[in-house]
């Protein structure tokens, strides 16, 4: 075995392990000395953990939108960050003018839904716009054209959203029925963590079960597999990818509202660092892949939220959280050094054999 | 090109230059830098640079309008001339602060500038400015290497509205050591210059005082999730957190920090960068009990609330956002009264606005009434009130109420 | 859009629409309002109308364009149509607006706003206005469509330079060039008002534009002149010598404001050589490019100020082998990484760096959010480079190494190798070609290029702040050389001048810079793909590939549009 590893093994790859393996030491090294410390009590971890999945919720709902995307039509949809402002920003407005008429708080449900209704509506239709407009003839040039597109549109769109609603921040007024904790034993979650948590997750098995189960979902695969070919078994490929970034863009926009719930307020460049995140989120999970989206979503969320406390300050680096972002690149390298392609692999249309 | 047409237009050319040299101006200038020549129909120009582009856009146009406002309370004239103000945005950056720079350097119409919005942009753009004679007077400049004698970056011409650092940081730590009787504390900044040179202050002032701090953090600006920072300040349990940052990141720690376990009862507190009604909205039920340090408002007189502010909302449609537009404000007014008073005019109407003149003027401004108080003006360019006032935010009510002194 | 089967008036009817809601479009995000003082022709046209009616004209063009073969009076009626009902849209939302109060949403739905677009007649008559300005101004671009096609063109062009020139009045005032007398009456007193054109200087502006338009392309048609080469030879050194003339003078005659920009976009055109190595030789989408610029002006800024003491000429090749070894340590990790995980991984890379750079752990030696002041500006002999027209020639002479060394690489064995692994990195390996050794070599070499620029740009400004050091700058140099024409090397200048330059000459308009930006980004990709000065292979690559956006099966399947 040994001789094997010799023939295959190149320098380049001792070196590269040699970072990853780097990485991985002072990871488990700062991890050992912060139990050591034992800085912080057990209610402070739990709490940071129900953060970093919360947070995580939102990334991997943004992350469907990229990781879609990039299935059906390999390019990096880099406006996607604006897809997500655009319907909580918007739809703000309906959630101060409802609440202005006593509504919002009166019938909280309907509310919720109108709200997140008009989010996802106005999310969709700017991808959809994005994809006729921006996308639609580029789909055959080479990589770096859609992408170069795609930053002028993010640009645009924000500025865009900047000019209509103004450059302050809006913000969305308070639910009283999320207010306040549930307690499932030593666990005590607020009830509006809860709800993003769990919705995130219902709507990541419904994306799923579309692209599996479903006639659609069938299609939506083997466009992704191969344009031609499906055209040729009688697909209607614009429509499909149509639906692809409808899909995409309702996602970011029910992923804005939970963001809206959580951290209420709104303005006109709160996509840009999500969207980055959600990128990165998705490359990290393997991109082109659903569930892959949802879980390196949730682990980047996690990450921010533990990352500086659980390594780095054992490392004893001051002021750690400074560095969070830093820490999730990190882990980014470390993972994609020993799986390049991601946790669970690329490709939307490889089935779980 | 025929010959003949040649001539006509030498002789066209010639003949105007004679002219213009003719209409010779009796007055002779005596200033040490030179003079501004107004003609009798045009405006006097003065410009301003400020952050009116990006995410930080809020700052600088809140100031552009406060000094509007003054403007437009004088009637748009100073000496019967209108008045042009115009400029460039800063970009809250050293960039940015070299692009407007060089820009307003090349304008000799320009008596006097309002800027820059951020201390970076300033470092940059004032040697220009300096040679070019200018008169520089900022309403948010609040680092403290700027008006400090002998540092390399304090030139002749500058003056600001603004407070210095030195006297918000310590006037901050002087209420929650003295005042609030707090031993421990811990400060978050969020990366800019502003913030860090405050948390400093504040935490070198307190350590004086004989407090310690138990954390020095830092947060993003556009960060939403707090939970990390605020955990790890949670493990030295400080009495009071000093966050001198800006609206975005401060309301969100505000509604985090009750949350956090282990902060539940902690004080906060924050900077006039807070002072400002999204943080109000923002923030909701938990901004109650939130103290903000900023400029005495409440000596501004009635004249803020009755007129000030109804002309403000009836111009721009809303509030002011931060509170620099009152140092705006205030600094306009007092370019426009020292303009007054160096300024010498013609019978024709011609104004001559001598450079060195109108400096001194500015920097032997003493007691001026201003919305931000009394301004007094140190020979190095501080100008702002050194009083320097405590708030209180209340949940659904703003202004905030004064607790201190 | 099948023009053949709809007809002529749908698409009218279609086109008004579409303007009406773009018209709606820029009067919401603010640019008519605020270019509504921008005067043009001074008392006359603001650049607000313009843009205001630019949606109606494009839109009148395009459906004159498709029916080519109807009748004068159809015409008529199309360009009638669209601006009728691009009014129309706009009179609908004014009345709107006075019976809900849009303003809590759309903040620019204000009085004064529909003042403007009212050209200051009351309500109810002022409702007309619109309708029948924007019917104005299709017809007129009926009537310029109607110009038989050489005039036509040199009246657009005309139309053009009065705008350019009406917009750009205080940036041609401030030369200091022309602050020389015959220059400084001609222009103050004749040509510009005090904003915008006068009527004559207008007047004057599109009789030559127009007349030069002209004349250049009668030049075209007529055959060409044969010269000997030795009078070619000695007409391009003459050539050659104006140009360096030229290029030498610039900061002095140019004035203090105009010498800023080009530093600035020199600085660009460095960092753009050297991407270009990376992304347009070999392949390698880099997205965390500033991070190199950073290493080049915080070693620059550290060894210079306070830590260090020593000079900037003693500091540079500790800065430039700091910044090249940046480039192979971010190059060793992403070796085996492709396409979007390198981008990614890149972008990390370049975000780690500014976080370190700003982080309160390495505020010691990195200044922290306070920077690194007082950097010391190159001397030499007696010559101290402390004025941006000085420091212009330095960075000048910067651009001239790095792109000597970027052309003869390119034509070099490893520019070769690099093209090679660009186009099929197993091929490559196939052929011999050492993977590891060539992708590293391209980043190191991208990286110093960018470390130069850092030190450079760290004494232009004598500070360096981590604010300074954002994704967004990586974006920008990205963006340079797509649209000046991806491993093209003159494309870079050219990608610079445009994207660096221009936006720094027209910062009236700061606030609307990145939507300009923005829009420029889509419509260029869309339409030039190839970039402004391509590389004559791409083009070539591009345009084939265009032929056959729409392969032909898909369209008999899917149903209509």
């Not at chain 2, 800019?192 to 407090?211: H, M, N, P, R």
């Not at chain 2, 300024?343 to 401004?365: E, N």
């Amino acid at each position: 075995m040994l001789k094997r590893w010799r023939q295959t093994l190149t320098l380049t790859d001792v070196m590269v392990y040699a970072i990853g393996v780097i990485i991985g030491i002072a990871i488990v090294y700062g991890t050992l000395r912060t139990w050591q410390k034992a800085e912080y009590t057990p209610e402070q971890w739990i709490n940071l953990t129900i953060d970093g999945l919360k947070l995580g919720s939102i990334y991997a709902l943004i992350a469907l939108g990229y990781t879609l995307v990039y299935g059906i039509l390999r390019m990096i949809n880099f406006a996607h960050g604006e897809v997500f402002m655009a319907g909580p920003f918007t739809a703000v407005f309906l959630a101060m003018y409802l609440d202005e008429i006593g509504f919002y708080n009166a019938q909280p449900i309907i509310s919720l839904l109108l709200i997140t209704l008009l989010s996802a509506t106005v999310s969709v239709t700017v991808a959809l716009l994005l994809e006729k407009l921006a996308y639609r003839r580029l789909r055959y040039a080479p990589r770096l054209v859609p992408l170069i597109t795609a930053i002028g549109a993010s640009f645009f769109l924000q500025y865009t959203f900047r000019g209509f609603y103004g450059a302050d921040v809006e913000t969305y007024p308070n639910l009283d029925i999320l207010k306040g904790t549930l307690t499932f034993g030593p666990i005590t979650i607020p009830k509006a963590d809860l709800l993003v948590i769990v919705s995130g997750f219902l709507l990541m098995l419904l994306l799923y079960g579309i692209v599996q189960h479903t006639k659609i979902g069938k299609a939506m695969r083997s466009v992704s597999e191969d344009k031609e070919v499906a055209a040729l078994m009688g697909i209607d490929v614009d429509r499909i990818i149509q639906f692809t970034f409808g899909l995409g863009g309702a996602s970011a926009g029910i992923a804005g509202i939970l963001y809206a719930i959580i951290y209420q307020n709104v303005q006109a460049f709160m996509g840009f660092i999500p969207g980055l995140k959600a990128f990165t989120a998705a490359v990290l999970g393997g991109i082109g892949n659903v569930v892959g989206a949802w879980l390196g979503g949730t682990l980047l969320g996690l990450l921010e939220s533990l990352g500086p406390n659980l390594f780095l300050s054992g490392l004893g680096v001051p002021a750690a959280n400074q560095l969070k972002d830093g820490i999730a690149f990190a882990i980014l390298v470390f993972i994609l050094i020993f799986r390049p392609s991601g946790i669970l692999g690329e490709r939307l249309s490889k089935t779980k054999a | 090109m025929s010959k003949r047409l040649l001539i006509i237009v030498s002789i066209i050319m010639i003949s105007s230059m004679v002219l213009a040299a003719c209409g010779a101006k009796p007055y002779e200038c005596t200033d040490k830098i030179g003079c501004v020549t107004v003609g009798p129909t045009d405006p006097v120009h003065i410009a301003y640079a400020m952050v009116i582009n990006g995410p930080d856009a809020t700052l600088g146009i809140d100031s552009r309008n406060g000094a509007e406002i003054a403007i437009a309370d004088k009637g748009g004239k100073v000496l019967d001339h209108a008045i042009k103000f115009d400029g460039e945005d800063d970009g809250c950056s050293a960039e940015g602060g070299q692009a407007a720079g060089t820009k307003l350097a090349a304008d000799p119409t320009i008596v006097a500038i309002l800027g820059t919005s951020c201390s970076s942009a300033l470092r940059v753009a004032m040697p220009l400015w300096s040679t070019a004679g200018f008169t520089v007077i900022s309403a948010s400049n609040t680092a403290v290497d700027l008006t400090e004698a002998g540092n390399e970056n304090n030139y002749p011409g500058y003056l600001r509205t603004a407070h210095n650092d030195k006297v918000q940081g310590a006037a901050a730590a002087q209420f929650a050591y003295n005042f609030l009787g707090f031993k421990k504390a811990a400060t978050i900044h969020d990366g800019s210059i502003y913030a860090d040179g405050l948390q400093k202050v504040f935490a070198d002032e307190f350590t004086k005082l004989g407090g310690t701090i138990t954390a020095r953090e830092s947060v993003d600006p556009l960060q939403v999730s707090m939970s990390g920072v605020l955990t790890t300040i949670a493990s030295g349990t400080p009495e009071i957190i000093y966050h001198p940052i800006f609206i975005a990141a401060g309301t969100q720690l505000i509604l985090q920090t009750w949350k956090t376990p282990g902060l539940e009862n902690t004080v906060e507190m924050g900077a006039d960068g807070m002072f400002s009604p999204d943080v109000m909205k923002g923030a909701g039920d938990a901004v109650e009990g939130v103290y903000v340090s900023s400029p005495d408002f409440t000596k501004f007189g009635a004249d803020y609330t009755a007129k000030f502010l109804p002309a403000y909302q009836a111009a721009y449609g809303s509030v002011p956002v931060s509170i620099f537009h009152a140092h705006a404000y205030d600094a306009m007014n007092m370019v426009l009264a020292c303009v007054e008073k160096v300024t010498v005019k013609d019978s024709d109407g011609t104004l001559h606005i001598p450079r060195q003149g109108l400096r001194d003027c500015m920097y032997a401004t003493k007691d001026f009434k201003g919305l931000t108080g009394n301004l007094t003006c140190t020979p190095t360019g501080d100008c702002a009130d050194p009083k320097i006032a405590v708030f209180e935010y209340h949940a659904g009510e703003y202004p905030p109420t004064k607790v201190w002194p | 859009m099948n023009t053949e089967t709809s007809s002529p008036w749908k698409q009218a009817l279609n086109n008004g629409l579409i303007s009406g809601v773009l018209c709606l479009l820029v009067m919401l995000v603010g640019l008519v309002e605020s270019f509504g003082d921008t005067y043009i022709i001074s008392g006359m046209i603001t650049l607000g109308e313009i843009v205001l009616l630019a949606p109606v004209v494009l839109l009148t063009y395009t459906a004159l364009r498709s029916a080519t073969n109807s009748s004068r009076r159809t015409m008529v009626g199309i360009s009638a149509i669209i601006g009728l009902i691009s009014g129309c849209i706009i009179s609908a939302f004014i009345l709107l607006c006075q019976v809900v109060d849009l303003r809590f949403m759309f903040v620019n739905a204000s009085p004064a706003l529909f003042n403007l677009l009212m050209r200051g007649v009351p309500l109810p008559l002022g409702a007309l206005i619109p309708p029948l300005q924007c019917a104005f101004a299709s017809l007129v671009t009926l009537g310029i469509y109607l110009i038989p096609s050489r005039l036509r063109a040199s009246v657009v062009q005309g139309f053009l330079w009065v705008v350019v020139f009406g917009t750009l009045r205080d940036q041609i005032l401030i030369i200091d060039l022309f602050k020389i007398q015959p220059f400084s009456f001609i222009l103050t007193r004749f040509v510009f008002a005090s904003s915008g054109l006068s009527l004559i200087g207008a007047l004057f502006v599109f009789a030559i534009s127009a007349g030069l338009a002209y004349y250049l392309r009668g030049r075209k048609n007529r055959p060409a002149v044969i010269r000997s080469a030795r009078v070619q030879k000695r007409n391009r050194i003459i050539l050659i010598a104006i140009l360096a003339l030229i290029i030498l003078s610039l900061p002095y005659a140019l004035g203090l404001f105009y010498s800023e920009i080009l530093d600035t976009t020199g600085l660009f055109i460095m960092m753009g050589l050297g991407l270009n190595i990376v992304v347009g030789f070999a392949g390698l989408l880099d997205l965390g490019y500033v991070a190199f610029y950073a290493i080049g002006a915080y070693t620059m800024g550290v060894l210079t100020s306070q830590l260090g003491g020593l000079t900037f000429w003693q500091a540079l090749p500790f800065a430039l082998v700091a910044a090249w070894l940046a480039g192979i340590i971010l190059g060793l990790p992403v070796l085996r990484m492709r396409g979007d995980y390198l981008a990614i991984v890149t972008l990390g890379f370049g975000e780690i760096v500014r976080l370190l750079a700003l982080s309160d752990w390495l505020k010691l030696y990195l200044g922290g959010a306070q920077g690194i002041q007082q950097i010391a500006q190159p001397i030499i002999g007696p010559v101290a480079f402390n004025s941006l027209q000085k420091l212009y020639y330095l960075i000048l002479i910067g651009i001239i190494i790095v792109a000597f060394v970027a052309w003869r690489l390119k034509d070099s064995h490893l520019g070769r190798s690099w093209m090679a692994i660009r186009e099929d990195e197993d091929v490559a390996q196939a052929m011999g070609i050492n993977l590891v050794l060539t992708k590293l070599l391209a980043f190191s070499t991208g990286a110093l290029f960018a470390g130069l620029a850092g030190t450079l740009g760290a004494a232009k400004l004598t500070s360096v702040y981590p604010h300074s050091m954002t994704f967004i700058v990586s974006i920008n140099v990205l963006v340079i050389i797509i649209i000046g024409g991806m491993g093209s090397i003159p494309g870079v200048f050219v990608g610079a001048l445009v994207l660096v330059g221009l936006p720094r000459l027209l910062s009236e308009f700061q606030e609307y810079q990145y939507w300009f930006f923005g829009l420029a980004l889509v419509v260029m990709m869309l339409f030039r793909p190839e970039g402004l000065w391509p590389e004559a292979r791409r083009k070539l690559e591009l345009h084939e590939a265009e032929g056959s956006i729409e392969p032909p099966i898909t369209e008999t399947v899917s149903t209509g549009q």
